[in-house]
């Protein structure tokens, strides 16, 4: 096991209200690397509760995050979808690593800030230690790929560190186990795209975010052709006509959003939009981007309703995966052990 597999891991979070930046930043981008990598696709449930979430909803919505994953076309018969919480190699393995981290490291996570904010003291351990699960949850298969959106560069830079410092920490148990180059790899983040930060449609300087009380701010899966037309017309703009090269974008957020989100979903550059739009004003630009969205996201949307509906087969896939994965995880978690000092029975 000294040869590393090319290996692609991401997760999402099962905490509702999916949007296009999910989408464009992550989901999209798993559905194309099927065809390269050997992929492990996470509904990240142990992660959602480091917020508090309702039992019920929660199941909900790691059905939705599975629908999403297969109605934008991830093969769950080739790839590996299940829901984190099915494998408890991750929280074994995060535990490791809780050892491994240091606090200096968690303290700079602006993840944390902002969703802790002026609360920090009131927050759960869980959400501070957020970030080592994640490392765990990627190194757990040794992954070496990471597609990700922008927000989550931090995240993947602590997962490199904390490979590398348990490569260091243990380097002599590390050879005695016979791994040669270190054990775990350097995961490599992938953020791909013309969406990678996908901003809020009522303000250009927030992101995109499952949790903006505005339901405005954002276009979810589950949306209706009645409702995207809705909130793209009342998408904030600027007075002005669209630049026909994109550095006529600087300093204008919100039309810089709205032309990335028409490059990504129709796979092209922005350039190749602004070539076609250049000149043009809202009133003609949005209504394609509506008729663009509703074409691409209404059919995905009505198949994620469809296998929502069969409980049966979503929750075949997720334990169908689970399985796959453990198969993975647990002899990495074996070694992990061994090269720790564990004493195990077999
Ligand atoms: P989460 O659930 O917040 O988001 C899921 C994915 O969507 C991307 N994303 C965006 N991309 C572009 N524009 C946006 N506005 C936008 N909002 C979200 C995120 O970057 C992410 O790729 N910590 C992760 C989940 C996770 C994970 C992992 C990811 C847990 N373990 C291991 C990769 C590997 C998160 O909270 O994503």
Redesign the pocket.
Known sequence: MTEQTQRV?????P?GNL????Y????KRFVEMQDSYECIY?V?DM?AITVWQDPQELSRNTREVTAAYIAAGIKPDEHIIFN?SQVPQHAELAWIFNCVARMGWLNRMT?FKDKAGKNAENSSVGLYA?PN??AA??LAYRATH???????KQ??EL?RDIAQKFNNDFSKSIKQAGFKDGFFPQPEPLILGE?????SLKDGSK????SDPSDLSRLNLLDDAETIARKVKKARTDPDALPSEPKGLDGRPEAANLVSIYAALSDQTTADVLNEYGGQQFSVFKPALVDLAVEKLGPMGAEMKRLMDDKTYIDGVLAKGGEQARAIAEPIMDNVKRIVGFIRAK
């Open positions: 891991f991401s997760g999402v979070q905490t949007h296009l930046g999910n464009l930043g992550a989901i996470c990240v992660h984190q993840q957020y699960l994640m949850d990627i990471v597609p990700v959106g922008e927000d989550q995240h993947l997962a969406a990678t930060r996908v901003m992101k995109m975010s499952k």
